[in-house]
């Protein structure tokens, strides 16, 4: 029997997200709408079964999975850390994954910090794989990955995506064409960008 998955949708400030979880609401998967493709791919790529395959069911979200994601976007940038995941993968990745769930809301990381953090010096390219493998966004942070001279570097929502985020976060962006992070002093607080 193909194990059996349920997938809600959820209303953002960003477009609708796609969640997966599974019978023990671990969350599975989650995605931008406009990119359920992907996350149905990397879905059946890490979920580390025979043929890859499941059922997949349309269900309405599950209240306290939506209450955190509703609090998260309503300014408690703590309220989906405690959100339970099952990522799959290799080893390797969920190494990478669960580090980038280390990385507090409002700070950022390079490729390299994060190859050093999992004790990885060398593999920095590989770290940039498996974050851009990750099949659960938002909750495993790998918005808040980016490159080593500040730049915004991919996110698999798109750039505009991560920069929300970033800014949503309190992390200090500069608004000019090369969308560089600006690290602010220790205590300084975030004043989004006057338009």
Same mark, same amino acid.
């Given at each position: 029997?193909?194990?059996?998955?349920?997938? $809600? +949708?959820? !209303?953002?400030? %960003?477009?609708?997200? +796609? %969640?997966?979880?599974? !019978?023990?609401?671990?969350? +599975? $998967? %989650? !995605?931008?709408d406009d990119y359920e493709g992907r996350m149905l791919r990397l879905l059946r790529l890490h979920l580390g079964r025979a043929g890859h395959e499941f059922t997949l069911m349309e269900t309405a979200p599950d209240a306290a999975i939506k209450a955190a994601f509703d609090a998260y976007f309503a300014g408690e940038l703590n309220a989906l850390d405690d959100l339970p995941t099952k990522t799959g993968g290799t080893p390797f990745q969920r190494n990478v994954w669960a $580090?980038? +769930?280390?990385?507090p809301a409002g700070h950022t990381m390079s490729y390299g910090e994060l190859a050093a953090k999992i004790g990885q010096t060398k593999a920095v390219r590989a770290v940039g794989l498996a974050n851009g493998a990750n099949p659960i966004a938002i909750i495993v942070p790998c918005h808040r990955v980016i490159g080593a001279n500040y730049s915004l570097t991919g996110y698999g929502g798109g750039l505009e995506r991560k920069r929300w985020l970033l800014a949503h976060e309190g992390v200090l962006l500069d608004t000019g064409p090369l969308a560089r992070v600006a690290r602010p002093p220790v205590g300084m607080p975030y004043a989004p960008p006057v338009r």
């Open positions: 029997m193909l194990p059996i998955l349920y997938q $809600a +949708r959820i !209303d953002s400030p %960003l477009g609708p997200l +796609r %969640l997966v979880h599974d !019978d023990e609401k671990r969350i +599975r $998967a %989650l !995605d931008f $580090a980038l +769930r280390t990385i």
